[in-house]
């Protein structure tokens, strides 16, 4: 308990998702609003790849940014909102944004990283539909 606030009752509580990886990327933490976002559960998502939801076409860079992290122990992501397209457990795409904080070790080391994660589909979806409807107005005037 730290300040009067039990970390676990306030992680369990928050509406946002919240994932806690290890140094290799395996997910430690699962909270009950990751499952309502990804659809997976915790038992299912504890101790597996982050790529469980991480779109194929992204890994690549999620893991070169992942590694320079663990490396050099810098982000810009805790201060910066990071907006990326994620995968749910049926398949489908989602628009999230997310920051994160580095974990570390007694030593200094990152030990691990955890994610606040919102899923701003919806809105992604409104400005994409905003955004057509812009260039249909300027091409019709035009």
């Known amino acids: 308990m730290t300040a009067g606030i039990d970390i676990d009752q306030f992680v369990t509580a928050i509406g946002d ?38 779109p194929v076409r992204q890994r690549q860079r999620h893991w070169d940014g992942y590694e320079k992290t663990m490396r050099t122990g810098e982000t810009r992501y805790g201060t910066e909102l990071l907006r990326v397209p994620a995968l749910h457990k ?36 409104e400005e994409r539909a905003l955004r057509r409807r812009v260039a249909e107005l300027e091409s019709a005037s035009g």
């Open 17 to 54: 998702a919240i994932i806690v990886s290890d140094a290799k990327g395996a997910i430690t933490v699962w909270n009950p609003a990751a499952e309502r976002m990804f659809g997976f559960g915790r038992d299912e998502a504890l101790g597996q790849s982050l790529d469980l939801i991480i």
């Open 90 to 125: 049926d398949g489908h795409t989602l628009s999230i944004a997310f920051t994160v904080a580095l974990l570390r070790g007694a030593d200094g080391t990152v030990t691990g990283i955890v994610a606040v994660v919102r899923d701003e589909t919806a809105r992604w979806h």
